[in-house]
């Protein structure tokens, strides 16, 4: 599993960090703290159509078939964490006992800067190596 996380992570680094470059202007610029999630799969689930459950100001990016990224605007981890939640409900109510994975984590934790992405795919491989589905891990 850790292989396919660091597959994951080179793969898609540059779309995440162009996906959080505006949040953090907005963040530094205006103070609008956002929180990033990643919500994983084993199995191959669309939850592309979960997008209409987030604001105009959010954003919703799927990376490959089974692993998605939010970006919640002027959230910390506990409204990122309830909003998440409608889409954890969505997800048990189509796809039963399947198993989903979310990590988040908020631009205002201590971090270096580059590192934002990288604590959010620790906090995923976490979660997968303790099969922690449909909880929010935000350590």
Sequence with gaps: MNEILIDLQEKHREKLDELIHLYRYRFHRYGLE?????????????ISSYESFIRLTDSFLKLEDNFYAIVYEDADIEKSSKAAHNIIKHFKQEHGERLIYISAISIKEKFEKKDMVNQLFMRLKKGISAKISSKILTE
């Excluded at 956002?34 to 669309?46: G, R």
């Design 34 to 46: 956002f929180a990033l999630l990643f919500f994983y799969m084993e199995e191959d689930i669309d």
